[in-house]
């Protein structure tokens, strides 16, 4: 819980130029006191632009993917994630990493530093390729007490993307 409280305010007019002085200072400053917390985030990429003809934009990671904030319990419940970027990548015809600053809300530091690795993959499109697969339904988080009952069992799916990464899906 905040707790809020009132301070008399005490000016040092020695501290300033001969010849200033202070008018209408404040009497009394309010300050809300709350209990400062931490916890982790996940960190958000943000990417503009299209790379040149005949390229596609593949995986975009951060590193580190996640971070600690730290602020009063308040803010940080307010937090659901941070962003990096925006990175624009128009005209790229390769990957590339870049270092961000991580844009932190009022009141909300983190924990290490706001600074982390962006790194966008700039693929050729014949590295890529499409896949047409079968998979089997499985579900979670099926409240205690009920039970499910799934059809069709499997369903058929599409997936694009890296030609070698595609090669590796069972």
Same mark, same amino acid.
Request: hydrophobic share 40%.
């Given at each position: 819980?905040?707790?809020?409280?009132?301070?008399?305010?005490?000016?040092?007019?020695?501290?300033?130029?001969?010849?200033?002085?202070?008018?209408?200072?404040?009497?009394?400053?309010?300050?809300?006191?709350?209990?400062?917390?931490?916890?982790?985030?996940?960190?958000?990429?943000?990417?503009?632009?299209? #790379?040149?003809?005949?390229?596609?934009? /593949?995986?975009?990671? !951060? +590193?580190?993917?996640?971070? %600690?904030? =730290?602020?009063? &319990? $308040?803010?940080?419940?307010?937090?659901?994630?941070?962003?990096?970027?925006?990175?624009?990548?128009?005209?790229?015809?390769?990957?590339?990493?870049?270092?961000?600053?991580?844009?932190? #809300?009022?009141?909300?530091?983190?924990? /290490?530093?706001?600074? !982390? +690795?962006?790194?966008?993959? %700039?693929? =050729?499109?014949? &590295? $890529?390729?499409?896949?047409?697969?079968?998979?089997?339904?499985?579900?979670?988080?099926?409240?205690?007490?009920?039970?499910?009952?799934?059809?069709?069992?499997?369903?058929?799916?599409?997936?694009?993307?890296?030609?070698?990464?595609?090669?590796?899906?069972?």
């Amino acid at each position: 819980a905040a707790e809020r409280m009132s301070y008399p305010v005490t000016l040092d007019e020695r501290l300033l130029p001969e010849g200033v002085s202070f008018v209408e200072p404040p009497q009394f400053l309010r300050i809300k006191l709350e209990r400062s917390v931490q916890r982790f985030v996940f960190i958000r990429p943000i990417v503009s632009g299209s #790379p040149d003809t005949g390229f596609r934009r /593949g995986r975009v990671t !951060v +590193q580190p993917d996640r971070v %600690v904030i =730290r602020g009063a &319990e $308040e803010k940080i419940r307010a937090v659901r994630e941070l962003t990096a970027g925006p990175i624009d990548i128009s005209g790229a015809q390769a990957t590339f990493t870049r270092p961000f600053f991580l844009k932190e #809300p009022p009141g909300v530091d983190v924990v /290490g530093g706001p600074e !982390v +690795q962006l790194t966008v993959q %700039v693929l =050729r499109q014949e &590295e $890529e390729a499409d896949r047409q697969m079968e998979t089997a339904l499985s579900l979670r988080n099926v409240p205690a007490g009920l039970t499910a009952v799934v059809s069709p069992l499997s369903v058929r799916i599409l997936v694009q993307g890296e030609l070698e990464a595609i090669g590796d899906l069972e």
